[in-house]
């Protein structure tokens, strides 16, 4: 009586009660399973959906790569075939890189003595591309204006009642990465870090080379090598180079940047056949054509960058030293210095450029070394630059050089006091 008064309901009522109510938990229970099952089969669904597009596109991958091991094994196939795909699919880098530039200039030559005045126009256009066959071996090409038979040149000189324009191969190479270390065969790009006082910039030697890199704590030290096959000969002598350069860029010391390279270059001349004119130029010769000096150069380049004014304003000095231990007269030295101000990278840019610079007759090999000026050895010259970028990818340069011969003995027929100018205005477009 006690219970049945304090919980107000006869003990009948309470036992139907708590019958009724866990039936209605079980019937939430089981709603809210079936609601973590149709959760489930929703997520598996769109696993799957997910598991077969990755399958499709894992599919598409192989059938890429199967392609492109049967195109490269098939001697002579179409070039009409199907194309090869056009990214590498392990790096996802472009396979087919190409790039160019197209340069448009005027000049003009004035003497105070005895040479002759002359205005001229030179075009030249350069078209390479280099092609990713694996994540190992590239090959590379590119097309040039100018004469097939100038090494250090690629302008076309404007005249001749508007002939067409000659086009040729200045490159055509294989290269094996490996790493810190690039191989290459064939004609090759230039493996040195240069100035023109002994490599034109056009010179793209034959042969084989190497070029190791390797950065460590910020900077980068550097190593490079080349056989270069200069006149090759059925019967008899041939003519070769063996060089190497050791090199070291500092990081940033402050607001210094330092960088120095080494070098010797070991010429062995056995044969002249291949040359002309326009490769001895005026290194000394024997009346046969052999030349009187070998060529042994010791070039040391160094070079020094301050950024204290910003990125835009960098100062930049570069001083080059060459001497020739094989040399068969005293004329076996030559030296550079160059100081520049300015950047000439993006639109609005401008950099001014001063350089200095005696090459004494059998200093460099004439042939290989820069062909700015109407002398190729035996001068003293200053020159003066203005670079300014007006667009992206455009550069308008203004150049002066102010030059003459260095020592009479080796002037020949030329009047040794003469002073010579050379100006030069173009506009270079890169792609």
Same mark, same amino acid.
């Given at each position: 009586?006690?219970?049945?008064?304090?919980?107000?309901?006869?003990?009948?009522?309470?036992?139907?009660?708590? @019958?009724?109510?866990?039936?209605?938990?079980?019937?939430?229970?089981?709603?809210? $399973?079936?609601?973590?099952?149709?959760?489930?089969?929703?997520?598996?669904?769109?696993?799957?959906?997910?598991?077969?597009?990755?399958?499709?596109?894992?599919?598409?991958?192989?059938?890429?790569?199967?392609?492109?091991?049967?195109?490269?094994?098939?001697?002579?196939?179409?070039?009409?075939?199907?194309?090869?795909?056009?990214?590498?699919?392990?790096?996802?880098?472009?396979?087919?890189?190409?790039?160019?530039?197209?340069?448009?200039?005027?000049?003009?030559?004035?003497?105070?003595?005895?040479? @002759? &005045?002359?205005?001229?126009?030179?075009?030249?256009?350069?078209?390479?591309?280099?092609?990713?066959?694996n994540d190992r071996?590239?090959?590379?090409?590119?097309?040039?204006?100018?004469?097939?038979?100038?090494?250090n040149s690629t302008?076309? *000189?404007?005249?001749?009642?508007? &002939?067409?324009?000659?086009?040729?191969?200045? +490159?055509?190479?294989? *290269?094996?990465?490996?790493?810190?270390?690039? +191989?290459?065969?064939?004609?090759?790009?230039?493996?040195?870090?240069?100035?023109?006082?002994?490599?034109?910039?056009?010179?793209?030697?034959?042969?084989?080379?190497?070029?190791?890199?390797?950065?460590?704590?910020?900077?980068? $030290?550097?190593?490079?090598?080349?056989?270069?096959?200069?006149?090759?000969?059925?019967?008899?002598?041939?003519?070769?180079?063996?060089?190497?350069?050791?090199?070291?860029?500092?990081?940033?010391?402050?607001?210094?940047?330092?960088?120095?390279?080494?070098?010797?270059?070991?010429?062995?001349?056995?044969?002249?056949?291949?040359?002309?004119?326009?490769?001895?130029?005026?290194?000394?010769?024997?009346?046969?054509?052999?030349?009187?000096?070998?060529?042994?150069?010791?070039?040391? $380049?160094?070079?020094?960058?301050?950024?204290?004014?910003?990125?835009?304003?960098?100062?930049?000095?570069?001083? &080059?030293?060459?001497?020739?231990f094989g040399a068969?007269?005293?004329?076996?030295?030559?030296?550079?210095?160059?100081?520049?101000?300015?950047?000439?990278?993006?639109?609005?840019?401008?950099?001014?450029?001063?350089?200095?610079? $005696?090459?004494?007759?059998?200093?460099?090999?004439?042939?290989?070394?820069?062909?700015?000026?109407?002398?190729?050895?035996?001068?003293?010259?200053?020159?003066?630059?203005?670079?300014?970028?007006?667009?992206?990818?455009?550069?308008?340069?203004?150049?002066?050089?102010?030059?003459?011969?260095?020592?009479?003995?080796?002037?020949?027929?030329?009047?040794?006091?003469?002073?010579?100018?050379?100006?030069?205005?173009?506009?270079?477009?890169?792609?």
């Amino acid at each position: 009586m006690v219970q049945t008064a304090l919980l107000g309901l006869p003990l009948p009522t309470i036992a139907v009660s708590a @019958e009724e109510h866990n039936a209605m938990d079980i019937g939430d229970i089981r709603a809210q $399973i079936e609601a973590l099952r149709s959760e489930q089969a929703s997520v598996t669904a769109q696993q799957n959906r997910i598991n077969a597009a990755l399958s499709a596109l894992e599919a598409r991958l192989g059938a890429a790569n199967a392609e492109s091991g049967r195109a490269s094994g098939e001697a002579g196939a179409s070039a009409a075939g199907s194309a090869p795909s056009a990214v590498t699919p392990l790096t996802m880098k472009p396979r087919l890189d190409v790039s160019g530039d197209l340069r448009v200039r005027g000049q003009g030559d004035y003497s105070d003595r005895d040479g @002759e &005045d002359r205005n001229s126009s030179q075009l030249r256009g350069r078209l390479g591309a280099s092609y990713a066959v694996n994540d190992r071996l590239s090959v590379g090409a590119r097309l040039v204006t100018g004469d097939a038979d100038d090494p250090n040149s690629t302008d076309a *000189q404007l005249s001749n009642f508007d &002939d067409d324009l000659q086009v040729s191969l200045d +490159l055509a190479y294989v *290269q094996l990465n490996l790493s810190d270390l690039k +191989l290459y065969a064939g004609k090759v790009p230039q493996p040195f870090i240069r100035t023109d006082l002994v490599w034109d910039g056009d010179v793209n030697p034959q042969g084989v080379s190497g070029v190791f890199k390797h950065s460590f704590d910020g900077g980068t $030290i550097r190593a490079s090598s080349l056989f270069f096959l200069v006149d090759e000969q059925v019967s008899g002598p041939e003519s070769t180079m063996l060089g190497a350069q050791l090199g070291y860029d500092s990081p940033a010391l402050g607001s210094w940047r330092y960088d120095i390279s080494g070098a010797y270059f070991d010429y062995r001349l056995g044969s002249v056949a291949g040359g002309d004119a326009g490769d001895f130029r005026t290194n000394l010769r024997y009346p046969d054509g052999r030349y009187r000096s070998d060529f042994n150069l010791g070039d040391v $380049i160094v070079g020094a960058t301050w950024s204290g004014f910003g990125d835009r304003w960098p100062v930049r000095m570069v001083a &080059d030293y060459v001497k020739n231990f094989g040399a068969a007269t005293e004329a076996d030295t030559g030296y550079g210095i160059e100081l520049s101000l300015g950047r000439a990278s993006k639109p609005g840019d401008w950099r001014l450029t001063y350089g200095r610079a $005696i090459a004494e007759t059998d200093s460099v090999f004439a042939a290989f070394s820069h062909d700015n000026l109407s002398i190729a050895t035996n001068y003293k010259s200053n020159a003066l630059t203005f670079d300014y970028v007006p667009f992206p990818k455009t550069t308008l340069t203004a150049l002066w050089y102010h030059y003459r011969r260095y020592r009479a003995a080796d002037a020949g027929p030329n009047d040794f006091t003469d002073s010579l100018d050379r100006l030069r205005l173009f506009f270079n477009i890169n792609f």
